[in-house]
């Protein structure tokens, strides 16, 4: 593992470009799945005004068109990156009452003084314990707006799957299917996956989230091992 891989933000903190030119190659499916998003909130969008937080916004590459299309009424985005941050306002240029946040996400929900209508995430969640997901439920159930929607895109273990057995097929995905990605920037991302991603079951995510009272669960789409789901009471 890179010296530097030494939390579950280092990748995103000290080589953004790196996770950004990933993505950009769309090898974990970010066009199809914001394509999803931007339809998710052009719905709401349509039913008035409502505001969105967006948890690990990172630099907002993929959700700021997304926003564009479908202004929230107000917007704010938290990460752990200040550089992701920092590009972040350059993407959402334009946009009226945002804000963004350079905080851990759990705590940003905790500490949120008016309630929202939308709650995001986009491949942040899964670096969370068990624990610390199903904190991160409770405290975005009580953050809801009535009738509002928690909105995960993450990478998600298939029923009766261990972490192992995930990391091993994810790694090969990786390693077989990147191939445009530089060899140690690859290994970087395979060092960063392997250490820090702790993704759950479907199951296991609908009963979190029914735990803390969203109960109504809809697997949007899903793109091999990454899912889009919408959560709400």
Not at 16 to 35: G, V
Not at 169 to 190: I, K, P, S
Not at 208 to 231: G, P, Y
């Amino acid at each position: 593992m890179s010296e530097r891989a030494t939390d579950e933000t280092t990748l995103f903190r000290q080589s953004w470009t790196l996770y950004d030119s990933i993505s950009e190659m769309n090898y974990m499916f970010h066009r199809e799945i914001y394509a999803h998003i931007t339809a998710l909130l052009s719905q709401r969008h349509a039913g008035g005004p409502y505001s969105l937080l967006d948890l690990g916004c990172g630099n907002t590459r993929f959700i700021a068109p997304c926003l564009k299309t479908a202004t929230p009424s107000r917007y704010a985005g938290v990460d752990l990156s200040e550089a992701a941050l920092n590009e972040a306002r350059e993407y959402l240029s334009g946009l009226e009452n945002v804000a963004l946040h350079h905080q851990d996400m759990l705590q940003a929900v905790q500490a949120a003084a008016a309630p929202f209508d939308v709650i995001f995430s986009g491949f942040a969640v899964h670096h969370l314990d068990a624990e610390a997901k199903q904190a991160l439920f409770h405290a975005s159930a009580a953050k809801l707006a009535p009738g509002g929607h928690f909105i995960l895109a993450d990478v998600v273990r298939e029923e009766g799957q261990t972490r192992e057995e995930y990391l091993e097929g994810y790694l090969n995905f990786m390693r077989t299917q990147w191939t445009a990605v530089r060899t140690d920037h690859l290994e970087e991302a395979c060092a960063h996956v392997a250490a820090f991603d702790f993704p759950e079951t479907f199951s296991d995510l609908k009963r979190m989230a029914a735990e803390a009272s969203l109960t109504n669960v809809r697997l949007v789409d899903r793109f091999a091992q990454h899912h889009v789901l919408v959560f709400s009471a």
